[in-house]
């Protein structure tokens, strides 16, 4: 299956791929509508030190930690990505323990929150791919 | 292949899950003495406090047991492991030949031997749906709970039935409220957080004799109390385990596949004891995707 990689070399730093995921996510089809004075809480973020950046969302690990180590049932494989029945989630943070990335994390609503690929917004493939002006974070089988 | 399990939560369902990715035909029978489908046992005070339901506390979908071509017996309790016959005997006279075996018996609430607890009438523990559906039904607004024990299990007790009692007193022997993960910095700050939801600790001291309505603490002071929970520990439940002969130190002892002394006879989640990666020492690490992951990886 196809899933998100990231090339740090690439990677200008812009963040701009933590907004399009957040308007992607927001639900709203103006971008001005959905960002503006919002504190966004995208589902890819990047990580930054000195001259070295990149993007770090959910991996959607063949053998994932969090839906093994996640207390409710809330995180399950559906056809390869790693989803969160966000209803069923009540926000015990185990899977924020237990990924190795860094890539789980809580929303406003108390649920946890993390990358599904898009396949539950309008986007269709993943909005930071698409809008990376780099061509750092690419959507592709390995 | 037969697979037989003994168990029915995070280990079993592991178990399950991992028998299924490497072998999709071989029987697998579950043998569980709740007669509940597999539901989640950290969210009992989550649905107390009405924060999850029974159907979404559910850990499995509906159609797991089908989906995974599971035979599931619940309600059935399994009384003793006859490893020369390689069978499991219900307490129904019923016998389950197994090829492999997975005990997966968890944990049951310690009940400390004090003076006078026998006679306490609305005496509860809080480990299963069970326990919880009957807190439930015991407790009202006026009620002042007593609650023996200030780790998880108690302190998820308390949050779970806070907005629902008059009072609920909290008493440990120990200096200090999650004595088993906290120092006591950080356990100051949680202990400030719960006591501002109105939540009465009494630590540093136990109870020593109940006579009815109170309790008598070995400082000398009584609490008055309507219902009593008592959550001062578990203990694996090893018994099937022992009479049949099986390695038991403080859990089922088992190496790092999982399996215990007897062939064929594997061992998971808060039963069992294993090596602590970290520490290097035996030790029962009783976490859920602990249960999980020696679940399915002792098939």
């Known amino acids: 299956m196809k899933r998100i990689f990231v090339n740090e070399k690439w990677c200008l730093g812009c963040h701009l791929c933590e907004y399009n995921c957040a308007f992607a996510n927001s639900g709203e089809s103006d971008m001005v509508k959905a960002l503006k004075d919002v504190k966004i809480n ?17 991996r ?3 053998s994932p930690l969090c839906v093994k180590g996640c207390i409710t049932g809330a995180l399950t494989v559906q056809n390869g990505i790693i989803t969160i029945d966000r209803d069923k989630c009540v926000g015990c943070y185990t899977c ?36 990376c002006p780099n061509g750092a974070i690419v959507f592709e089988e390995r | 292949m037969r697979y037989v399990i003994i168990g029915n939560s995070a280990a079993a369902v592991g178990c399950i899950e991992g028998i299924r990715k490497l072998d999709k035909t071989g029987s697998i029978t579950v043998i569980s003495s709740e007669n509940y489908h597999t539901y989640s046992r950290p969210l009992i005070s989550y649905l107390l406090c009405g924060k999850t339901t029974e159907q979404k506390m559910k850990y499995r979908p509906d159609s ?9 017996l619940a309600g059935k309790k ?30 049951d609430p310690f009940i400390p031997p004090i003076e006078g607890i026998d ?81 009465k600790f009494i630590l540093s001291d136990s109870v020593v004799s109940f006579s009815p309505g109170k309790a008598v603490l070995k400082s000398g002071r009584s609490v008055s109390f309507d219902i009593l929970v008592v959550a001062v520990g578990v203990r694996p439940n090893t018994k099937l385990a022992i009479d049949a002969g099986i390695e038991v130190a403080r859990g089922i002892v088992t190496d790092e596949h999982c399996r215990t002394s007897a062939d064929d006879i594997y061992a998971a989640g808060d039963c069992s004891e294993s090596i602590d990666v970290v520490t290097g020492e035996r030790r029962v690490l009783a976490l859920l995707p602990n249960a999980y992951m020696q679940g399915e990886g002792s098939p």
Request: proline fraction near 3%.
């Open chain 1, 42 to 58: 995208p589902l890819i973020t990047i990580e930054q030190k000195g001259n070295v950046c990149f993007a770090v969302g959910c």
């Open chain 1, 60 to 62: 959607h690990c063949k």
């Open chain 1, 96 to 131: 924020i323990l237990s990924c190795p990335y860094g890539a789980i994390m809580p929303s406003e609503d108390g649920a946890v929150q993390k990358c599904e690929l898009c396949v539950k917004n309008t986007c269709g493939e993943p909005a930071c791919v698409a809008g």
């Open chain 2, 64 to 72: 797991f047991y089908e989906d995974n071509k599971v035979a599931l």
């Open chain 2, 78 to 107: 399994a009384v003793r492991i006859d490893k020369g016959k390689k069978q499991v005997v219900l307490e129904d006279g019923m016998e389950i030949p197994y090829d492999k075996l997975l005990i997966a018996t968890g944990s």
């Open chain 2, 119 to 199: 006679t306490v009438e609305k005496k509860f523990t809080f480990m299963s749906l069970n326990d919880a559906k009957e807190l439930e039904k015991a407790i009202s607004p006026k009620s002042r709970v007593l609650i023996m024990g200030a780790g998880l299990i108690g302190l998820k007790c308390a949050e779970g039935i806070a907005r629902k009692v008059k009072s609920i007193t909290v008493v440990d022997m120990a200096d200090r409220i999650l004595s088993s993960i906290l120092d006591l910095d950080a356990a100051s700050i949680v202990q400030w957080h719960i006591e501002s939801k109105g939540i």
